[in-house]
């Protein structure tokens, strides 16, 4: 994860508002089975941070459904050979 650029950083501190410090974030992701809201499944994150985990994850979880409904309609090959 890359940190946020000063140009960033100055924008957040000189025009300040509600929610952009910091957020709280699943450490194992909601869609991977981390829904459960235990203290040992959140972390802290810079609001720029968490935006860039959200982004990663979300392309993560797009993947994860092109991967999935391939398999499922997809062929398998060994199909095609016949045990002798």
Request: glycine share 8%; charged share 25%; with cysteine.
């Amino acid at each position: 994860m890359s940190c946020p650029s000063l140009l960033q950083l100055n924008e957040i501190i000189t025009n300040p508002a509600e929610g952009q410090f910091w957020q709280v974030d699943h450490i194992k992701p909601v869609y991977g089975g981390g829904g459960q809201c235990s203290l040992e499944n959140l972390q802290t994150l810079c609001t720029l941070c968490h935006r860039e985990r959200t982004a990663k994850q979300a392309k993560e979880r797009s993947q994860m459904k092109r991967r999935s409904l391939a398999t499922k309609y997809g062929c398998d090959i060994t199909k095609f050979f016949v045990k002798m």
